[in-house]
């Protein structure tokens, strides 16, 4: 979570652009000054002097290079270690995060003082990296409940329908407030495990709040579990089961009649479809499996891809291992859907740089990804009037993922792929291009921003403010790109402002946190991480697979990251708030102003029960069950089940009891209505912001 104090090796790193990259750089003119910075190389046309140090590491780089607009730090993760309660802090913090000293030297232009000091400071607390990684492990697992969340500050969380690439997010259904499911029940003293019919409260997510019937408007034992649980189960699973339905012990004196009662309570309400759990684990099937080869942007140069082997596949994300990293530590984190992803071969078939592997060939066990498994993206036609080199535009910057740049198209590729780099910013070798596909969501037409009043960053050194669209391209002598090229397709997404998720931090892909969303345009989501500042947040897609539902890491076994300042919230709502710790930034490539941390790798929670005597919230954590029973209630065997299946492809199944069934114990279960969300499309460079 961190950025580690050895981000880059001193003796290998600054030969990369030279050994590593595959193509010659145009030597530069002799009248500029050079200065190189991280393995790339930078000019000043005006001749003056531009060096700054870090506050925080005491490197000494390029002064516009530099992170922020007073200079202070190389980069962001020296930024944020600076903004914690003092440095000596920030090294511990790292420490507590990676259980490991720093093994490596920072590359800088010039050692000052202060990196002797933190690197001694590291080494005599590696001795505490046992205790610290623990202490670490539990604070991140056991100190966040979505549930107490969202009840606290009466949160909305995006459907399940808004993730289509997530666990049952085509097949969610009308799964709502007041269905009903057989649950443990926890409020009972009988040494076997037993059940009862609960209710949901409020949906959240993949979260459910419930109550058990009989319970009225009393909340006193609601609770928070994730509806794809193994142990929620539609009405009726119990007889069929041949398992008891026990009343909770706070009420078991409250009817003479339970069976009367449930008859009438559940006549006509809905449960969960007979096959759901079978849904779920079907929609948790991944064809992505570990050996599988893959080309993958090189984290290092956005410019070119390389080829990786894929590690582990959780939820569908997939731990990739870059195939000449020998230790294995030289990852990258993406999900199976991520357009940063290719087969093998992909590379060469539209034009697009390559670092070629020194492993001559292939390791014993792997193989290639077939292509049909990757997303497929949109035929166009490049025949007839097409994008074309110079063309300026508006981009997404993958560097700094909350502004939306002025950009230029750098390279035109094959099946409408476009090799892209923000003005004012570039590398001179272009080691900082990145490639776009044509339709992709992340570029616009020029004036976007300005119809949807939205900051748009100007060239770096441009001075003649505010910027216009008009004046810079008759000053660079361009042209605008085509409006009518770019895409303008708008999902009915159904998300809405101030709604909660889990997201992907992607300058540090391998973390997904706690998230919400503050801005909509048309297609375009504003993502803030809660308990970060604004200049954190970042621009996503609405069908982005970064995105997932609240309750998908519980499901999944992967680590939530939680809000940075949760803990001081809930402790003590008075005091001062508890300044935000380090969190480092890795993202899809490498720049100059950026290091590439070491950052912690998710934790599985799979192993984790979710129900039974205790329940676990999203991160693990234990929530406090209700107190044991004096006496036991006498179980009475559920009423058993016959079903009539109406063929359909409706997700959530209709009650339908009669009294007089009683005696004969039996229930009839129809399949109710489903409404689905239509997939509307519409201009989205005509309307404003809704």
């Known amino acids: 979570m961190f950025d580690g104090y050895d981000s880059c090796s001193e003796d290998t790193s600054s030969s990369s652009s030279s050994e590593e990259s595959e193509e010659e750089v145009a030597p530069l003119p002799s009248n500029l000054p050079i200065i190189k910075n991280n393995g790339q190389v930078y000019t000043y046309p005006d001749g003056k002097s531009g060096m700054a140090t870090c506050e925080m590491c005491g490197m000494v780089g390029v002064r516009d290079a530099f992170y922020s607009k007073t200079k202070r730090f190389c980069s962001v993760s020296c930024s944020r270690s600076y903004s914690s309660n003092s440095k000596k802090a920030s090294i511990l913090a790292r420490l507590q995060v990676t259980g490991k000293p720093p093994t490596k030297k920072a590359k800088v232009l010039q050692k000052q003082p202060l990196v002797a000091k933190l690197a001694a400071y590291a080494q005599y607390q590696a001795t505490l990296q046992n205790q610290a990684k623990t202490k670490a492990a539990a604070v991140s697992m056991e100190g966040f409940s979505w549930g107490n969340y969202i009840n606290s500050n009466s949160f909305i969380a995006a459907p399940v329908t808004c993730f289509k690439h997530a666990p049952m997010g085509t097949?969610?259904?009308?799964?709502?407030?007041?269905?009903?499911?057989?649950?443990?029940?926890?409020?009972?003293?009988?040494?076997?495990?037993?059940?009862?019919?609960?209710?949901?409260?409020?949906?959240?997510?993949?979260?459910?709040?419930?109550?058990?019937?009989?319970?009225?408007?009393?909340?006193?034992?609601?609770?928070?579990?994730?509806?794809?649980?193994?142990?929620?189960?539609?009405?009726?699973?119990?007889?069929?089961?041949?398992?008891?339905?026990?009343?909770?012990?706070?009420?078991?004196?409250?009817?003479?009649?339970?069976?009367?009662?449930?008859?009438?309570?559940?006549?006509?309400?809905?449960?969960?479809?007979?096959?759901?759990?079978?849904?779920?684990?079907?929609?948790?099937?991944?064809?992505?499996?570990?050996?599988?080869?893959?080309?993958?942007?090189?984290?290092?140069?956005?410019?070119?891809?390389?080829?990786?082997?894929?590690?582990?596949?959780?939820?569908?994300?997939?731990?990739?291992?870059?195939?000449?990293?020998?230790?294995?530590?030289?990852?990258?984190?993406?999900?199976?859907?991520?357009?940063?992803?290719?087969?093998?071969g992909w590379s060469r078939s539209i034009g697009h740089r390559f670092k070629r592997s020194d492993i001559t060939k292939k390791q014993d066990g792997h193989f290639d990804t077939p292509p049909h498994l990757f997303a497929k993206v949109k035929e166009v036609d490049q025949s007839g009037e097409w994008f074309k080199e110079g063309m300026k535009l508006e981009a997404i910057d993958p560097l700094n993922l909350s502004t939306i740049c002025v950009a230029t198209i750098r390279k035109v590729l094959a099946d409408g792929f476009l090799m892209i780099g923000i003005d004012g910013s570039?590398?001179?070798?272009?080691?900082?291009?990145?490639?776009?596909?044509?339709?992709?969501?992340?570029?616009?037409?020029?004036?976007?921003?300005?119809?949807?009043?939205?900051?748009?960053?100007?060239?770096?050194?441009?001075?003649?403010?505010?910027?216009?669209?008009?004046?810079?391209?008759?000053?660079?002598?361009?042209?605008?790109?085509?409006?009518?090229l770019f895409n303008k397709d708008v999902p009915n997404h159904g998300f809405r402002v101030g709604m909660k998720l889990e997201a992907v931090d992607l300058m540090e892909p391998r973390l997904i946190c706690v998230a919400t969303v503050t801005r909509i345009i048309h297609r375009l989501l504003r993502i803030h991480f809660d308990g970060w500042e604004e200049e954190y947040d970042q621009w996503v897609d609405c069908e982005s697979p970064d995105l997932y539902p609240v309750g998908w890491c519980q499901l999944t076994g992967y680590q939530l990251q939680p809000p940075a300042s949760q803990s001081s919230r809930e402790s003590q709502s008075g005091s001062s708030k508890q300044k935000k710790k380090a969190k480092s930034q890795q993202y899809k490539g490498h720049k100059k102003k950026r290091k590439m941390p070491v950052g912690k790798k998710p934790v599985s929670l799979s192993s984790l029960p979710m129900t039974g005597g205790v329940r676990r919230s999203f991160s693990g954590d234990e929530e406090l069950t209700p107190p044991p029973a004096q006496t036991a209630p006498e179980a009475f065997p559920p009423p058993s089940t016959s079903r009539e299946f109406i063929p359909s492809l409706k997700t959530v199944t209709t009650l339908q009891l009669k009294e007089e069934l009683i005696d004969g114990e039996d229930y009839n279960f129809l399949q109710g209505a489903s409404d689905q969300e239509s997939n509307g499309s519409a201009s989205f460079y005509i309307k404003q912001e809704p």
């Open 426 to 484: 570039e590398a001179a070798d272009g080691s900082d291009w990145f490639c776009y596909h044509a339709t992709s969501p992340s570029i616009f037409p020029v004036g976007f921003c300005e119809i949807n009043m939205i900051e748009l960053t100007p060239p770096r050194g441009y001075t003649k403010l505010p910027f216009k669209w008009f004046d810079y391209l008759r000053e660079t002598g361009s042209i605008a790109a085509p409006v009518k």
């Open 171 to 344: 097949c969610w259904g009308d799964i709502s407030e007041n269905v009903r499911v057989e649950v443990p029940n926890t409020d009972c003293s009988l040494p076997t495990k037993v059940f009862w019919i609960a209710g949901i409260v409020k949906l959240a997510g993949y979260n459910a709040l419930l109550r058990y019937e009989g319970f009225e408007n009393d909340s006193g034992l609601d609770f928070w579990c994730n509806i794809c649980g193994s142990d929620i189960h539609p009405v009726g699973w119990c007889a069929a089961s041949g398992k008891p339905l026990v009343p909770p012990r706070t009420i078991q004196h409250k009817y003479t009649n339970w069976k009367a009662f449930l008859v009438k309570r559940l006549t006509g309400a809905k449960t969960l479809p007979p096959d759901f759990s079978q849904k779920v684990s079907e929609s948790m099937q991944y064809p992505f499996k570990p050996c599988m080869r893959v080309e993958v942007v090189d984290k290092r140069h956005l410019c070119r891809t390389r080829v990786a082997v894929v590690e582990s596949v959780i939820g569908g994300r997939l731990r990739l291992v870059y195939e000449e990293s020998e230790d294995r530590t030289d990852d990258f984190w993406c999900h199976m859907h991520s357009p940063l992803i290719h087969h093998i």
